[in-house]
């Protein structure tokens, strides 16, 4: 089989489509054909070795895959040949794209009990596209966050994967959304999934912000009810600058640094809570998956291109020029991943 690799850390131009041996399944565990791969943002991170994680190699990226299942393994009774599936990437293996071997290859081997079903209507690029970063955003937004329909949520670098499903959940439950993202297409496109104002990463959000809504006050309305703050960095101190009074701010990353100053002051005047999440679980990614089939979410692709683009689809995430998920698919099956 063909398998998108990379044999020591660095630049993009690292990658290359190589054959893998085709894995067999063992007892408990089933094969599955991959129709559709996700690139995250995590991908170019591995790639470039900038974070702590221990990575094998040769290492194949993405942690996102949907596709069909095509062998299954012994004591294997709730999954059949051909089922259509959405891959849970994570477990007591590690994380696939990170600590595992990725799912941009055609055929994946995992246990039975990281499979989800793929709904009527789901296509497999939007079913890939889905698990990492719309699940962490809906365990971000609506399983920790609580978001409802009185909040004013602010999310910071939103063109992303993640951030594309805060302001979507967000909107879902009938809250307003301001957002930030660098370039003119990402603030249109942000400005068309229903944010009502759009900042430039580059603006001094805190100025912006306290002008149009007001500076948070100890006894009344100002500010924004909710921060969805992935970035840290010097993001962080000044996130608690918008913060209403019983605002709270949602993290579950740190892009920029994860040891940012800050000021505990704003946190005890105006009684703040900071809300930590992790990843997400089988149940968010059923309800995501079901959210789509019914048309309340709607996956943002920002492309899908053949394994054999893999460097080019790389170098795209590395420089921030993707709005959304972008999708890899073997090269014979480019037509089959809608």
């Known amino acids: 089989m063909k398998a998108v690799t990379f044999q020591a850390h660095g630049p993009a131009d690292n990658l290359s489509v190589v054959d893998w041996p085709v894995p067999e399944p063992e007892a408990g565990e089933v094969r599955v054909r991959i129709m559709a791969a996700a690139m995250n943002g995590f991908d170019p991170m591995i790639l470039g070795a900038t974070t702590s994680l221990k990575t094998p190699l040769p290492m194949v990226p993405c942690g996102d895959g949907a596709g069909v299942i095509d062998a299954i393994g012994d004591h294997v009774t709730e999954w059949s040949i051909g089922d259509r ?23 994946v081997t995992l246990p039975a009990d990281n499979l989800v079903a793929i709904p009527d209507g789901v296509g497999f690029a939007a079913a ?11 365990r971000m937004m609506v399983t920790r966050g609580k978001v409802a329909k009185d909040d004013i949520v602010l999310v910071l670098g939103a063109a992303g994967g993640v951030g594309t499903g805060c302001v979507q959940f967000a909107r879902a439950a009938g809250a307003r959304v301001i957002a930030t993202a660098s370039g003119q297409d990402k603030k249109r496109q942000l400005a068309e999934l229903g944010c009502e104002l759009v900042l430039d990463s580059s603006e001094d959000f805190v100025a912006v912000i306290r002008e149009a809504y ?15 703050n992935y970035i840290g960095g010097d993001t962080w101190a000044r996130s608690l600058k918008v913060l209403s009074n019983d605002g709270r ?12 100053k800050t000021d505990i002051r704003y946190i005890w005047s105006f009684e703040q809570t900071i809300i930590g999440s992790d990843g997400w679980s089988m149940e968010d990614q059923r309800e995501i998956l079901e959210m789509t089939a019914t048309g309340v979410l709607k996956p943002i692709i920002h492309a899908v291109r053949p394994f054999s683009q893999a460097r080019e689809a790389m170098l795209d995430m590395a420089e921030r020029r993707v709005f959304g998920k972008l999708i890899l698919v073997p090269d014979a099956l480019m ?4």
């Open 85 to 107: 599936v959405s891959i849970m990437p994570y477990g007591d293996f590690g994380m696939m794209g990170e600590t595992a071997i990725g799912t941009a290859r055609e055929y």
């Open 128 to 138: 890939a596209a889905l698990p990492v970063a719309y699940g962490t955003a809906y």
């Open 214 to 228: 007001g500076r948070p006050r100890y006894d009344g309305p100002g500010g924004v009810t909710m921060v969805v």
């Open 249 to 260: 701010m949602v993290t579950c990353g740190a892009s920029a640094g994860h040891d940012p």
């Open 335 to 338: 037509s089959d991943a809608a």
